[in-house]
């Protein structure tokens, strides 16, 4: 018989809970990063958390493939099912003692993204969704902002600068932010968790990859909201991401593409 959803997602909140234990015995002791290609910064912390989520992933599902930052992606002939995990989305958030970091975990099952987790073990917030069962917040239920203008909309966004360094993106960030009511640098994966629970209206990267943005696909469409590229489409493979909820999206691709 196949696995339940609910099962799924059990067990994605226990992984993403212990992974998240394990970063907080390293968060706000000086740990020192290194340094990747692209410059971000890694720690123990983040191979930790990856190593011990796979750990347990593949001692539970030894043929579900497993793609994660950390380490080179697990692949299984003829799998249906993947596992997404990011164990520190934030380090820049990490390493300098600022609790916005997370933890995410998402389930493919047939290419689509149908569980997400997102931890934040620093605040102790958890939100979480699988497809057909609704979307949670430290268990109640959540749901986008009910919020009907761009004039009275809220949005999270990451370094106001990184916009400009890809092309397109920085005058759509631009409109976008002069749009709105207000905007804080709320970065990486708790400005989607805001959206997700009704905390902002809108979140958005101009660079991102599957890991990073993979869980909140299925959270934010429990939620009532939408996750996806800048041009509408529901996904978490378009090197982007855009989350607001249905009522607004409209307004702001509208805005962001200049229509």
Same mark, same amino acid.
């Given at each position: 018989?196949?696995?339940?959803?609910?099962?799924?997602?059990?067990?994605?909140?226990?992984?993403?809970?212990?992974?998240?234990?394990?970063?907080?015995?390293?968060?706000?002791?000086?740990?020192?990063?290194?340094?990747?290609?692209?410059?971000?910064?890694?720690?123990?912390?983040?191979?930790?958390? #990856?190593?011990?989520?796979?750990?347990?992933? #593949?001692?539970?599902?030894?043929?579900?493939?497993?793609?994660?930052? #950390?380490?080179?992606?697990?692949?299984?002939?003829?799998?249906?099912?993947?596992?997404?995990? &990011?164990?520190? +989305?934030?380090?820049?958030?990490?390493?300098?003692?600022?609790?916005?970091?997370?933890?995410?975990?998402?389930?493919?099952?047939?290419?689509?993204?149908?569980?997400?987790?997102?931890?934040?073990?620093?605040?102790?917030?958890?939100?979480?969704?699988?497809?057909?069962?609704?979307?949670?917040?430290?268990?109640?239920?959540?749901?986008?902002?009910?919020?009907?203008?761009?004039?009275?909309?809220?949005?999270?966004?990451?370094?106001?600068?990184?916009? &400009?360094?890809?092309?397109g993106k920085g005058e759509a960030f631009?409109?976008?932010?002069?749009?709105?009511?207000?905007?804080?640098?709320?970065? +990486?994966?708790?400005?989607?968790?805001?959206?997700?629970?009704?905390?902002m209206e809108i979140s958005c990267d101009?660079?991102?990859?599957?890991?990073?943005?993979?869980?909140?696909?299925?959270?934010?469409?429990?939620?009532?909201?939408?996750?996806? +590229?800048?041009?509408?489409?529901?996904?978490?493979?378009?090197? #982007?991401?855009?989350?607001?909820?249905?009522?607004?999206?409209?307004?702001?691709?509208?805005?962001?593409?200049?229509?």
């Amino acid at each position: 018989m196949p696995e339940s959803l609910e099962n799924y997602l059990e067990f994605a909140k226990e992984i993403a809970w212990e992974a998240g234990r394990l970063t907080l015995g390293h968060f706000q002791t000086g740990v020192s990063p290194e340094w990747k290609g692209d410059d971000s910064p890694v720690t123990v912390a983040d191979r930790g958390a #990856e190593k011990l989520m796979r750990q347990r992933i #593949e001692a539970k599902y030894p043929s579900h493939a497993i793609f994660g930052e #950390e380490f080179e992606a697990k692949e299984t002939a003829g799998a249906t099912h993947r596992w997404i995990i &990011d164990p520190i +989305d934030g380090t820049k958030s990490f390493i300098r003692g600022v609790p916005l970091y997370g933890v995410l975990v998402c389930l493919e099952i047939e290419g689509e993204a149908a569980v997400g987790v997102a931890g934040f073990p620093g605040l102790n917030e958890m939100v979480y969704a699988a497809n057909g069962l609704g979307c949670y917040w430290n268990g109640r239920r959540a749901q986008v902002s009910e919020t009907q203008t761009l004039d009275r909309a809220m949005m999270a966004h990451i370094d106001a600068a990184s916009y &400009d360094r890809y092309p397109g993106k920085g005058e759509a960030f631009k409109k976008l932010s002069n749009a709105t009511y207000y905007n804080m640098g709320v970065c +990486d994966a708790y400005g989607y968790a805001l959206v997700a629970t009704g905390r902002m209206e809108i979140s958005c990267d101009p660079i991102v990859n599957s890991y990073d943005i993979a869980p909140f696909l299925p959270i934010i469409r429990e939620a009532g909201g939408y996750c996806g +590229d800048w041009q509408g489409n529901e996904t978490i493979h378009a090197g #982007e991401a855009l989350a607001t909820t249905k009522t607004l999206l409209p307004q702001v691709l509208e805005v962001v593409n200049g229509n």
